[in-house]
């Protein structure tokens, strides 16, 4: 995935820990495969995204994950991550 190559290995490690913990929630962490589609954002405070789908025994949901600059004042700016479940399907 081009997408991570000018991240810090810290950032790789976090979403794939994010990815591995924040969902699912409730299904069967044993039963989710996934598949990590990296998007480009025009946004430049936005780092690095992507769409990421879950596959269960249930069925399959979304979930979006956003590497977003943060003003941190007076500090100066920091990273954060954010996410959303997309539940439709």
Do not use: C, H
């Not at 480009?40 to 995204?49: A, F, N, T």
């Amino acid at each position: 995935m081009s997408n991570w190559v000018d991240l810090p290995d810290s950032v790789n490690d976090e979403l794939i820990y994010l990815l591995a913990t924040r969902y699912p929630e409730l299904e069967n962490e044993s039963s989710v495969n996934r598949t990590i589609s990296p998007t480009k954002s025009k946004e430049p405070k936005v780092r690095y995204e992507a769409q990421v789908r879950y596959f269960t025994k249930e069925g399959s949901f979304s979930a979006f994950f956003q590497y977003v600059e943060v003003n941190n004042y007076p500090n100066g700016y920091t990273y954060s991550w954010y996410s959303a479940r997309d539940d439709a399907d």
